[in-house]
T-cell receptor, first 111, second 116 residues
């Protein structure tokens, strides 16, 4: 699987937007971009995924660069419950089925 | 239950003891995955089932690790002769798409194994 690069940690203030970046310069045409998050003492939780176009759901938005070499997960209004490790994952539609997690970004939200 | 259920939540094993970890996936989910997560690290893939067939076991770290899903629903991860390096959280996930591709994976809360 192609690799992703994320900052180790980020801080945000409560009720402010958060932009979590992910670089994936070796992405292939069949790779989907997935985001999962893991709250303390919980299993990972699906957030959003996309291929080329920007995507929105009730949890977040995913902005994908035109060349697909980077993407940004956007939390529109951070809450204390959004404090978690966020993982950006590339998943090849033509290859194995597993999710390959990297180190992720630990998001801290300050009240 | 509505989600993926794992048991036990916590397990303490003496070095050399065998352990069995159980995963109840969401009913009807075809794909089932096991992951191992060391403290402070991201989850690492262990093995994948499509129904009862184990299609990928490339992530199992040694022949002491064995997983099964005999009826295509509940799965068990067995670790024989546990070692201290086996201490980790073991996560199970399931998804509905038969290839598990690009569909949401649902994770359980994990089993924290401590080998003493």
């Amino acid at each position: 699987d192609a690799k992703t690069t994320q900052p180790n940690s980020m801080e945000s203030n409560e009720e402010e937007p958060v932009h979590l970046p992910c670089n994936h310069s070796t992405i292939s045409g069949t790779d989907y971009i997935h985001w999962y998050r893991q709250l303390p003492s919980q299993g990972p939780e699906y957030v959003i995924h996309g291929l080329t176009s920007n995507v929105n759901n009730r949890m977040a938005s995913l902005a994908i660069a035109e060349d697909r070499k980077s993407s940004t997960l956007i939390l529109h209004r951070a809450t204390l419950r959004d404090a978690a490790v966020y993982y950006c994952i590339l998943r090849d539609n033509n290859a194995g089925n597993m999710l390959t997690f990297g180190g992720g970004t630990r998001l801290m939200v300050k009240p | 239950g509505a989600g993926v259920s794992q048991s036990p939540r916590y397990k303490v094993a003496k070095r050399g003891q065998d352990v069995a970890l159980r995963c109840d996936p969401i009913s009807g989910h075809v794909s089932l995955f096991w992951y191992q997560q060391a403290l402070g690290q991201g989850p690492e893939f262990l093995t994948y089932f499509q129904n009862e067939a184990q299609l990928d076991k490339s992530g199992l770290p040694s022949d002491r690790f064995f997983a099964e899903r005999p009826e295509g629903s509940v799965s068990t991860l067995k670790i024989q002769r546990t070692q201290q390096e086996d201490s980790a959280v073991y996560l199970c996930a399931s998804s509905s798409n038969f290839r598990g591709m690009n569909t949401e994976a649902f994770f359980g809360q994990g089993t924290r194994l401590t080998v003493v």
